[in-house]
């Protein structure tokens, strides 16, 4: 793997070892609590990050289906909802099944390692390579190092944010 892919696939998978670690020991109940009508739930947060990776890795720099289709994954976690949660409203948000997180960590783990695998093949001049950007506003469209860097910068907010909800429901490192 090359050096700087290899930089990206390190903190992924330090995001996801530290998400597995903030998860760790929540109920049902901590899962899929919202402190107000417009915030995102944990478990709602592990299915956006999963659906962000797979998303960019699979339909945007390789051009197939993602792995939630080919996994059939709606069905083993009882999401049909479609996407990855970009541009839904709260509404849309709260409407959403409450999340199974122990099957949507196994599609993230299964991501995860198809995201390493994949990098495994890609060479320094695929990075700059060209892809278009899901608004489908031109102006937008993006480079595959950009991608990379942007799928590790969400990857890290959402880690903040579900560490932030479990510290308001236990306190801070409990």
């Given at each position: 793997m090359k050096p700087f892919i290899a930089t990206v696939d390190y903190g992924l998978k330090e995001c996801f070892s530290d998400l597995e670690r903030v998860?760790?020991?929540?109920?049902?109940?901590?899962l899929n609590w919202r402190p107000t009508l417009q915030?995102?739930?944990?478990?709602?947060?592990?299915?956006h990050m999963a659906r962000v990776e797979d998303n960019w890795l699979n339909i945007q720099l390789?051009?197939?289906?993602?792995?939630?289709?080919?996994?059939?994954?709606?069905?083993?976690?009882?999401?049909?909802?479609?996407?990855?949660g970009w541009g839904q409203s709260a509404e849309e948000i709260r409407a959403m099944p409450e999340m199974n997180v122990p099957a949507l960590m196994?599609?993230?783990?299964?991501?995860?390692?198809e995201t390493t695998e994949y990098f495994k093949t890609m060479q320094e001049q695929d990075l700059k390579?060209?892809?278009?950007?899901p608004s489908?506003?031109?102006?937008?469209?993006?480079?595959?190092?950009?991608?990379l860097g942007h799928v590790l910068a969400e990857e890290g907010q959402h880690?903040?944010?579900?560490?932030?909800?479990?510290?308001m429901m236990r306190g801070i490192n409990k």
């Open positions: 998860l760790e020991g929540l109920s049902e109940a901590e915030s995102n739930t944990i478990g709602w947060l592990v299915w390789q051009h197939r289906a993602s792995l939630w289709e080919r996994a059939n994954w709606a069905a083993k976690t009882g999401i049909e909802t479609p996407g990855n196994a599609y993230y783990k299964t991501v995860r390692a390579s060209i892809v278009k950007h489908g506003d031109p102006s937008m469209d993006w480079t595959y190092d950009r991608v880690l903040g944010q579900i560490s932030y909800l479990r510290g």
